[in-house]
């Protein structure tokens, strides 16, 4: 069955912070009643739903009606239920206690050794407010083909510029490509740049949908045109690849590839050959690696000589002298949570996970002493500010201090 773990930490955060619509709290609860037996997420609302008061105090009075409103729904509805509705209802009135008894916190995963917690950040646990780093937001930095630079940190509806005989549209804070009748006398490339704390997504002018993780770029032509497809990358890109056809020498039709360049932390050169599919590549080189995670597809891995096809749910590690390590069941939640919304981790060393905070928050990460010997695992909304997420690292024995734009480690 699927985990519905992180969309509900979402659908939480929401709800605490009244952004929640009725939709969502619906959703909410009949996510509850969906995961499997024995989740911790969920032993965890049933613990809460032994030991709570589930009267709901004169503020809540609306949201008991709602509540009222999707227990009956349940009841008339029990293809959603997977026990009988006795049953259902004491998982949604376990849901709405916990909800009541964290309020004033945040719900968050941390794994320690005897395996999953459900905690939360009480008030008294928030760090002062002069203390905090807002979290990043949608924001880039487009460079045309003759060096003009249009900000992106708030994309206008509608015409943005135009290159050769393409036309440039904003909608929705995202940018995509219109393409002319006919292709223009010359490529003209244009460059997206996500500085620290920023991400952002774009559609190329062959259909071709980009997102861009903070302190990454993508340099592309405004217009494919003819027989070639590539594009460059730096940093952490997630991509689904447009198909396109024409005639080879017979007069058949065959797909025209599509090529992602990239360098390593070395500068050797790299590329991936796409067809029609969906991935992720991150090339940020924290562990001096680059790893290309496959969704959906097929692509091949080239560097330095080296080849290696990957398929769905595969993983491929390559090191900086180019051997190649697959990964066959790889965590496609964790590869993609950032473009979810999440921070996810399992088993990561503290450099890499202050490496990831510092690009999201726009911070520098100095170490006051040696880095900590620490693993870490578990998942958080990026919506988050800074506190939030170091209070969760806290929980290991870890010791930080924020200091403007820097975050210190303390020994």
Known sequence: MTDYSARLIQLYDAFIDNRSSPEETEEFFRLINEMEEGHPLKERIFKEYEKANFLLPEGKRDWQQSLDRILQKDAQEPAYAISPVRRVKRWMYAAAAILLLLTAGTVYYFFSGTGVEVRSL????????????????????????????????????????????????GKNGRISYEKGATPGNEVLYNTISTPRGRQFSLVLSDGSKVWLNAASSIRYPADFSGNDRKVEITGEVYMEIALHYRKDR??????????????????????????????????????????????????????????????????????????????????????????????????????????????????????????????????????????????????????????????????
């Open 122 to 169: 009480s008030q008294q646990d928030q760090p002062e407010k002069k203390q905090d780093l807002k979290p990043g937001k949608t924001g880039a930095v487009l460079l045309l083909a003759d060096g003009t630079q249009i900000s992106l940190d708030s994309v206008q509806n509608g015409v943005l510029a135009s290159q050769g005989n393409s036309k440039i549209i």
């Open 250 to 411: 017979s007069g058949s039709m065959e797909k025209i590839p599509f090529v992602v360049q990239f360098n390593t932390v070395e500068g050797n050169r790299g590329e991936i050959q796409v067809l029609g599919t969906h991935f992720n590549i991150n090339t940020y080189g924290d562990d001096r690696d680059v790893k290309a995670t496959l969704l959906e597809g097929s692509i091949e891995l080239v560097l330095n000589d080296r080849h290696m096809m990957i398929k769905p749910g595969e993983q491929v590690t390559a090191d900086k002298n180019g051997r190649m390590q697959l990964d066959s069941n790889a965590d496609m939640d964790a590869v993609m949570a950032w473009k979810n919304g999440f921070f996810s981790f399992n088993n990561t060393d503290m450099r890499t996970l202050m490496n990831e905070i510092g690009r999201w928050y726009d911070v520098d990460v100095e170490y006051a002493g040696t880095v900590p010997d620490r693993k870490f695992g578990g998942e958080i909304a990026r919506s988050s500010n800074a506190s939030q997420v170091l209070k969760i690292m806290e929980e290991s024995n870890v010791r930080f201090r924020i200091e403007e734009k820097k975050i210190i480690v303390l020994p």
